[in-house]
């Protein structure tokens, strides 16, 4: 009876970790870079999620060791005036993508533990609500770069 039981139970978790995964599977973060600005002032970042799976995915927080703080913003204008705000979440549509560029969805980076180098890479980690995450690597780019 318990070895049935263990079987079941371990059936059951190999499950839960393939859906887990399957999720990530169908992701992908590319062209993902940073500005570089002095260390005492916030940054951003910009990249691509695309999704090759059938639904659609959530992305609720980024980290990278390179930044003490990172968090999901989006940018919106209205006639003159552009406002920015936090957000907790940002879909991902199935067999679509999601673009965090200027002027629109980016990460505000806080608390450089030390000043970035134009052209090194850094790490990035993006996570979704299933809990899912992916990994990237950023180039750091000067400040007044506009685009990837």
């Not at 039981?5 to 870079?33: N, P, Y």
């Not at 899912?132 to 990837?148: D, E, F, R, Y």
Request: aromatic share 4%; with cysteine; net charge positive.
């Amino acid at each position: 009876m318990k070895k049935t039981t263990l079987i079941r139970a371990g059936i059951l978790l190999l499950c839960a970790l393939a859906a887990s995964g399957a999720q990530a599977a169908t992701l992908e973060a590319h062209d993902c870079w940073i500005r570089s600005m002095p260390a005492n002032l916030p940054s951003s970042g910009y990249f691509v999620v695309s999704n090759s799976g059938d639904k659609p995915a959530t992305l609720t927080g980024a980290e990278t060791p390179a930044f003490g703080m990172a968090m999901l913003h989006k940018s919106t204008s209205n006639g003159s005036t552009s406002t920015m705000s936090m957000i907790e979440s940002a879909e991902v549509p199935a067999h679509g993508t999601l673009a965090f560029a200027p002027s629109g969805y980016h990460l505000m980076l806080e608390d450089a533990p030390k000043p970035l180098k134009v052209g090194t890479t850094i790490p990035l980690k993006l996570t979704f609500a299933d809990q899912s995450s992916i990994q990237t690597t950023c180039a750091v780019k000067p400040a007044s770069t506009l685009g990837k």
